[in-house]
Nanobody
Framework: QVQLVESGGGLVQAGGSLRLSCAAS????????MGWFRQVPGKEREFVAA????????RYADSVKGRFTISRDNAKNTVYLQMNSLKPEDTAVYYC???????????????????WGQGTQVTVSL
């Protein structure tokens, strides 16, 4: 099992930026895929971005391509989500997740991921 703790959420104006961090512990960090998802009340949790350990594979939701960047620092056991040009529709609780059964195949479905953080709120105002 992997323990995940997100940080970096907050309130920002439209057009602004935030960087989310997710610190992992409990298992060798470099051996699995990490992802970010988000959820608003009454809606399904949706995929945002994910990154493999090897081969530098990343995937993004169409809604965030060109604005968000996912990265990881295996030495610090941390994955990041840099969010630029934020829009009000990006408002959600953002969750970090680990797919501990994969290190290079990057899935976009939440059911593929095994361990989750508690989430961090991101609010984008007009």
């Amino acid at each position: 099992q992997v323990q995940l703790v997100e940080s970096g959420g907050g309130l920002v104006q439209a057009g602004g930026s935030l960087r989310l961090s997710c610190a992992a512990s409990g298992r060798t960090f470099s051996n699995y895929v990490m992802g970010w998802f988000r959820q608003v009340p009454g809606k399904e949790r949706e995929f945002v971005a994910a990154i493999s350990w090897s081969f530098g594979i990343t995937r993004y939701a169409d809604s965030v391509k060109g604005r968000f960047t996912i990265s990881r620092d295996n030495a610090k056991n941390t994955v990041y989500l840099q969010m630029n040009s934020l829009k009000p529709e990006d408002t959600a609780v953002y969750y970090c997740a680990a797919d501990i059964h994969n290190y290079k195949v990057v899935f976009t479905t939440s059911g593929q991921y095994d361990d989750w953080g508690q989430g961090t709120q991101v609010t984008v105002s007009l």
